[in-house]
């Protein structure tokens, strides 16, 4: 079986790494456009090049943007009839252009397995943790399970559809885009009233169903903001996602001006 993990940004090397120290055997290459990452891991003996040079029986899709995915999954070689795991973030309505192309113009199969990672989180790894799963058919499903289930426990995929998974994937991450937008808005009328904010949220955390977030310098990374974006755009004229998006840039702002003063 020979295997591809194409992107490897922070989640696309962990899904690459973890399949590496399982596979007995198995060829795997881990493919990414930017030459200084092939140089670097390359360095640290890893299995990596700019391209796919053979057809593959399993490609792993862990590139950023939706129409990275689109332009990856459109390029590959699919003369082996693969199974093409998408495990990036995609917009909601992206799999049933997906399934046309791969299910029923080259007869190969399509799964949807969204990454689950938290870095620096040894209990929310990469297969350590319920995902969602979701095949474009039974078989595409069947197979999806079969590989998958060698490096994680079958009672931890949660089978769903394509159009649940490509939507619950980007709003977990809007979500908690808004709790923390939440904790900024508290955090600056904490200062107004001249209180602390993190004894505020010291004292309402104690509460056992209370989870108040820590408000920093404004929510970065690249996945919330961008799949804040996603779902704010899916969903149109919602108030609370839209809010938390223009909160967030108040926020920043007002950081921004203390600051320079």
């Not at 870095?119 to 078989?139: C, M, P, V, W, Y």
């Not at 004292?203 to 919330?224: F, H, P, Q, T």
């Not at 004229?237 to 967030?248: E, Q, R, V």
Request: charged share 30%; glycine share 4%; with cysteine.
């Amino acid at each position: 079986m020979k295997i591809a993990v194409v992107g490897l940004g922070t989640t696309g090397l962990e899904v690459f790494k973890e399949i590496q120290k399982k596979i007995n055997g198995d060829e795997i290459l881990g493919v990414d456009i930017d030459s200084n990452k092939v140089k670097s891991y390359r360095a640290q003996g890893l299995n990596v090049n700019h391209k796919i040079d053979s057809p593959q029986d399993i490609y792993i899709i862990c590139v950023y943007e939706t129409e990275q995915v689109k332009n990856v999954v459109k390029s590959l070689d699919y003369s082996r009839k693969p199974l093409v795991s998408i495990e990036s973030t995609i917009k909601p309505g992206t799999c049933k252009e997906l399934a046309d192309f791969v299910v029923n113009k080259k007869k190969s199969n399509l799964l949807l397995f969204p990454h689950r990672f938290n870095s620096n989180d040894s209990e929310h790894h990469i297969f350590n943790q319920k995902r969602l799963i979701a095949g474009a058919t039974e078989k595409c499903l069947e197979r999806g399970i079969n590989f998958y289930s060698r490096f994680m426990p079958k009672d931890l995929f949660v089978i769903t559809t394509l159009k649940y998974a490509e939507l619950c994937k980007p709003l977990e991450n809007a979500i908690r885009f808004v709790e923390i937008a939440l904790a900024e808005e508290i955090k600056l009328f904490c200062d107004k009233k001249h209180l602390d904010f993190n004894e505020v949220r010291k004292y309402v955390n104690s509460k056992w169903n209370m989870d108040l977030k820590e408000a920093r310098d404004g929510i970065g990374g690249k996945c919330l903001p961008k799949d804040s974006s996603i779902i704010n755009n899916f969903f149109k004229n919602n108030l609370i996602f839209n809010s938390a998006i223009k909160l967030d840039k108040k926020y920043k702002k007002l950081i921004n001006d203390m600051e320079k003063s």
